[in-house]
Structure formats: structure tokens, C-alpha cells
């Protein structure tokens, strides 16, 4: 069974940037559509943004198009989320989620989840 393991996070100021990643131990990233979600305090976990099997798609919530990139290693197994200007309300705790199949923005359609990784955006 797949394992993901996130790293990254932290705290920083608005318009600046931070890169969180989320590598698989036990399976080849390869070999699933990997994605990420945040939930913020109070709120319900969202799609933010995915990277599919083939390596061939990708796909975004509008609110972070032209501001976060989904990119992928394969030689580490890693997928990263490549955060650039970051305002307040992107403040949440990211989670990585993996899947066997198509891209997905639901929740509930993911197999495998990381622990999550907090992004604080604040002066």
C-alpha cells in the first residue's frame, strides 16, 4: 500500500512563494493521478490542483490559476505544488492525495491521503 509523505509548508508573508511536496513510498508515483487539496479552519477540504498518471494533464481550481504550478519527479517519486503569490485566504493545511484513474476534484475519490502540511500567508 502506497504511502504518501509531505514536506514543506510554513509560514509566509503575502505575494511571496512556498513549495510543498508529497513523495510516494511503496509505489511509483507513475502510477497514480496525484493531487492536492487544503482545508482552512472551519471549511470543507478542496480541490486545488491535480496531475494525472500519464503525466499529460493537469488541471486547477480558477482560484489558483497563474499562481500555483503542479509539477512532478519521477526519478524521486515526488510531486510538488509550487505556491507564488500568496494571498491570506490561501492559508489552509495542504493535503496530497493519490488515485488510480482520471483526475478527480472530489474528495471522495481518492484512495490515499498524506498528513497534511500547514501554509500560513500573513504579515
Known amino acids: 500500500q502506497v504511502q504518501l509523505v509531505e514536506s514543506g509548508g510554513g509560514l509566509v508573508q503575502p505575494g511571496g512563494s512556498l513549495n510543498v511536496s508529497c513523495t510516494t513510498v511503496?509505489?511509483?508515483?507513475?502510477?497514480?493521478?496525484m493531487a492536492w487539496f487544503r482545508q482552512a479552519p472551519g471549511k470543507e477540504r478542496e480541490f486545488v490542483a491535480a496531475?494525472?498518471?500519464?503525466?499529460?494533464?493537469?488541471r486547477y481550481t480558477d482560484s489558483v490559476k497563474g499562481r500555483f504550478t503542479i509539477s512532478r519527479d519521477n526519478a524521486k517519486n515526488t510531486v510538488y505544488l509550487q505556491m507564488n503569490s500568496l494571498k491570506p485566504e490561501d492559508t489552509a493545511v495542504y493535503y496530497c492525495?493519490?488515485?488510480?484513474?482520471?483526475?478527480?476534484?472530489?474528495?471522495?475519490?481518492?484512495?490515499?491521503w498524506g498528513q497534511g502540511t500547514q501554509v500560513t500567508v500573513s504579515s
Open positions: 492525495a493519490a488515485r488510480h484513474g482520471p483526475t478527480s476534484t472530489s474528495t471522495s475519490m481518492y484512495d490515499y
Open positions: 511503496g509505489d511509483y508515483v507513475t502510477s497514480y493521478t
Open positions: 496531475f494525472s498518471a500519464s503525466g499529460g494533464f493537469t
